[in-house]
């Protein structure tokens, strides 16, 4: 048997009840976003002198969404957030870190060449920064260019964080992040007694640490 057809007169003495009904629910859900609690977002504290881990920086956007409008492999983590990626973290995880950092060291067409005389003027300087903010041992020779030039490697024996790169090359080496870049220098990284962090040149939000007891 047809139901029977809902005449149009049904349908206008239904609608006010209905719309009543939408409107009360949509308030709600405004009062429970209006109630609840916002997260605070943590500031990145440096480590104490027992090298204890990066503190990780708080997450801006799921990883696989920021790596997508990079032209990026996904991100173990989310954009914004350092790690660090530990040692006990899963298989799987820790390989997207290693294929992350290999393609924040790969050049793209857009990228400058590399600039030979910027090199050869701030890794003395690199040098110097790394033996004066070192929190342990320096190793001989810390400062080295490797992957083409396109990468900055800064030994250390301790004191290794997410802003040490950075910090490195604007408060100690009398250069920047954007300057680096513009010599077609892509990564500026640190490495310690226990982790090795890769600072994008690209993106000054895009750093990424792991576990790497220097041997």
Known sequence: MQPAPVRPREL??????????????????????ATAPRASASASAPPAADSAAPAPSAAAAPAATEAAKR????????????????PSAPAEQQMMAIQYTLAMVSPRSTDPLVDKPYLEGILPKLAAAARTADKGKTPPN????????????????KGCTE?????????????????????????????????????????????????????
């Open 12 to 33: 206008r003495a239904a609608f006010p009840a209905f719309a009543l009904a939408l409107g009360l629910a949509v308030l709600a859900c405004d009062d429970q976003r």
């Open 163 to 215: 802003r040490t790169p950075s910090n490195l090359l604007a408060q100690r080496a009398g250069s920047s992040l954007k300057e680096a870049y513009d010599a077609g220098i892509l990564v500026v990284s640190c490495h310690d007694d226990r982790w090795e962090c890769h600072q994008s040149t690209r993106d000054p939000s895009d750093v990424l640490c792991h576990a790497a007891p220097r041997r």
């Open 71 to 86: 032209d990026m492999p996904p991100r173990p983590i989310p954009i914004g957030s350092s790690g660090p990626i530990q």
């Open 142 to 157: 810390p400062v080295k260019a490797t992957k083409g030039n396109r990468k900055i490697e800064v030994d250390m024996g």
